[in-house]
């Protein structure tokens, strides 16, 4: 399978905890984002990186989150300090671009978090 | 602000009635406009990009058109297995990229 992939598919974990997403991309993809759903909303933009650089960060990205994306390759979200309110789909896609080209998006799964 | 606002929030259809979905943008330097699919539990499934004013692209009973204020996903002779969410975003420039969905169509087509 050559599509975008997530690991893990689903987090069960408790208020406090820290947790820690990976995403693999399309292989050829020199472009990563990071996106977070919750019901009934569509994705909301997190982060996204070109190549190994962070080039944007949404400020719903608090302090608590951090992504990286070493050797530009698969990258991590990790979430420290949980809290209820992080529970969400946590989406990744990876898109293949340079400059002002138009992005097509490819999804993973997504890796559904649950804090209790 | 940059806004993206899908109508109708849901749509139910009986199978082979055709019908429209809509998105509505406010945004600035707008890149090019997405159509999504997403299955519940999925990520979401790209189908269209619409690039300017006045493009159209067709896949199997799906049209999508692009106005400068809107877009529409026209679904002809719909198919219990069309039922899903039907997610639209935009890609912005001012300076820095913004990708901004919609909050989606959930249509359900009945036999």
């Known amino acids: 399978d050559t599509g975008v992939s997530q690991d893990p598919r689903h987090k069960i974990t408790k208020r406090g905890q820290n947790v820690t997403f990976r995403c693999d991309p399309i292989?050829?993809?020199?472009?990563l984002y990071w996106y977070r759903q919750t019901l009934g909303q569509g994705p909301e933009f997190l982060t996204y990186?070109?190549?190994?650089?962070?080039?944007?960060k949404s400020r719903l990205l608090s302090d608590r989150f951090s992504a990286e994306r070493p050797k530009g390759s698969f990258s991590t979200l990790e979430i420290q300090r949980t809290e209820q309110g992080d529970s969400a789909m946590y989406l990744c896609?990876?898109?293949?671009?340079?400059?002002?080209?138009?992005?097509?998006?490819?999804f993973g799964p997504g890796t559904r978090l649950t804090v209790l | 602000e940059d806004q993206v606002t899908q109508s109708p929030e849901a749509l139910r259809l009986q199978e082979g009635e055709s019908s429209s979905l809509n998105c509505s943008y406010t945004?600035?330097?707008?890149?090019?406009l997405f159509w999504y699919r997403q299955d519940p539990g999925k990520g979401p499934e790209f189908l269209f990009t619409?690039?300017?004013a006045g493009e159209e692209k067709e896949k199997e009973r799906l049209k999508a058109t692009l106005t400068k204020k809107e877009s529409f996903l026209h679904i002809t002779a719909p198919k219990p297995e069309d039922s899903a969410t039907y997610l639209c975003?935009?890609?912005?420039?001012?300076?820095?990229?913004?990708?901004?969905f919609g909050t989606g169509t959930r249509l359900k087509v009945l036999a």
């Open positions: 990186f070109q190549n190994e650089a962070q080039l944007e």
């Open positions: 896609a990876s898109s293949l671009g340079a400059g002002f080209s138009y992005n097509e998006q490819f």
């Open positions: 945004v600035s330097g707008l890149r090019g």
């Open positions: 292989s050829e993809h020199n472009r």
């Open positions: 975003a935009v890609q912005t420039y001012s300076g820095t990229y913004k990708y901004i």
């Open positions: 619409l690039y300017s």
